[in-house]
T-cell receptor, first 114, second 116 residues
């Protein structure tokens, strides 16, 4: 079975630009979460979606937005990029998004903002 | 808010030996989950082991086991018979169970080096 997939693998943008990252969950999983991992730190929670509805939001500015599609895939959008947005963006999927479910991670998208 | 602390930025162990990675956490919830994830240089975050807070018995997965001390809010990972493939960053994570607070909260990680 395929695991969580993310695209693109790497991305280079300049300050002020906008970026869209994509995630496909494990087949049968209905919840997707997004995390930002700055170099040398642990991942920080950005969003959780379940059945196309936002279920949780971390302490990130409104420049960050996300959505989930009927096939449970998800997109993370970041507007007006700042140098500090450079990070590894991880997507994780779980069956229901409940705390009882384990989250399985994708390989991440490395975003570099110049 | 929950916090997770990993006080060992780096650890090293001889191949075939045993190593223990430390993790403490803070929460006011009574029901929650704790995880150890491994992140090798390939960046993929891989689940190592999971512990349910309401279970007294410590979780075990092959060479990996935990020492869960709920009252002390401590959750350490023991790796037995260390192998070269165990070299990675190890992250301790807390998972809530209350609706809307089911996100994972991670520690800052411990880099584990295996010495041949």
């Amino acid at each position: 079975d395929a695991g969580v997939t993310q695209s693109p693998t790497h991305l280079i943008k300049t300050r002020g630009q906008q970026v869209t990252l994509r995630c496909s969950p494990i087949s049968g999983h209905k919840s997707v979460s997004w995390y930002q991992q700055v170099l040398g730190q642990g991942p920080q929670f950005i969003f959780q979606y379940y059945e196309k509805e936002e279920r949780g939001r971390g302490n990130f500015p409104d420049r960050f937005s996300a959505r989930q599609f009927p096939n449970y895939s998800s997109e993370l959008n970041v507007n007006a990029l700042l140098l500090g947005d450079s990070a590894l963006y991880l997507c994780a999927s779980s069956f229901s998004g409940m705390g009882t479910d384990t989250q399985y991670f994708g390989p991440g998208t490395r975003l570099t903002v110049l | 808010a929950q916090t997770v602390t990993q006080s060992q930025p780096e650890m090293s162990v001889q191949e075939a030996e045993t190593v223990t990675l430390s993790c403490t956490y803070d929460t006011s919830e009574s029901d929650y989950y704790l995880f150890w994830y491994k992140q090798p240089p390939s960046r993929q975050m891989i689940l190592v082991i999971r512990q349910e807070a309401y279970k007294q018995q410590n979780a075990t997965e092959n060479r990996f086991s935990v020492n869960f001390q709920k009252a002390a809010k401590s959750f350490s990972l023991k790796i037995s018979d260390s192998q070269l493939g165990d070299a990675a960053m190890y992250f301790c994570a807390y998972g809530g169970t209350n609706f809307g607070n089911e996100k994972l909260t991670f520690g800052t990680g411990t880099r584990l080096t295996i010495i041949p």
